[in-house]
């Protein structure tokens, strides 16, 4: 069977990475030991670099988050979406995040973004727990 190709947003990645035993760090987790097929962009990385240092719990340097954006760049598929503001999308940080999901054409974007969530009737769109239940363990 093959792997689910899935973009994770900056929320899930940030939660993963800062709490290992949630449900975002478990699809991290699974992400990490080749259970799935993760898509990115430049503009996903970007906002985890920004985030990231506001999580004292994470524990890390900019130098080292920079360095972990880097490593995974190369651990996840790449892409560089472009589009038009989406008219349903309330907040502007968003629509990168929604072509992300359609330039990858990923099986789904993996969000706690509620604005991004209340798409899913029109896009494949899963808040993490909704994800882990239907693909997890």
Same mark, same amino acid.
């Given at each position: 069977?093959?792997?689910?190709?899935?973009?994770?947003?900056?929320?899930?990645?940030?939660?993963?990475?800062?709490?290992?035993?949630?449900?975002?760090?478990?699809?991290?987790?699974?992400?990490?030991?080749?259970?799935?097929?993760?898509?990115?962009?430049?503009?996903?990385?970007?906002?985890?670099?920004?985030?990231?240092?506001?999580?004292?719990? *994470? +524990?890390?340097?900019? /130098?080292?988050? !920079? =360095?972990?954006? #880097?490593?995974?760049?190369?651990? $996840?598929?790449? %892409?560089?979406? *472009? +589009?038009?503001?989406? /008219?349903?999308? !309330? =907040?502007?940080? #968003?629509?990168?995040?929604?072509? $992300?999901?359609? %330039?990858?054409?990923?099986?789904?974007?993996?969000?706690?973004?509620? =604005?991004?969530?209340?798409?899913?009737?029109?896009?494949?769109?899963?808040?993490?727990?909704?994800?882990?239940?239907?693909?997890?363990?």
């Amino acid at each position: 069977m093959p792997r689910l190709r899935v973009v994770l947003d900056t929320n899930v990645l940030v939660s993963g990475l800062a709490y290992p035993g949630s449900v975002p760090g478990r699809i991290v987790s699974a992400w990490r030991e080749g259970g799935l097929e993760v898509v990115l962009s430049r503009y996903i990385l970007d906002e985890l670099v920004r985030v990231l240092p506001r999580l004292p719990k *994470v +524990g890390l340097s900019t /130098a080292e988050i !920079r =360095d972990l954006a #880097d490593s995974l760049m190369f651990l $996840a598929d790449f %892409v560089d979406p *472009v +589009g038009t503001q989406e /008219a349903a999308l !309330r =907040d502007p940080d #968003d629509p990168p995040v929604l072509w $992300a999901l359609l %330039v990858a054409k990923a099986d789904y974007l993996v969000t706690g973004d509620k =604005d991004l969530l209340a798409l899913a009737a029109q896009y494949p769109i899963l808040a993490p727990a909704e994800f882990w239940s239907r693909h997890g363990g």
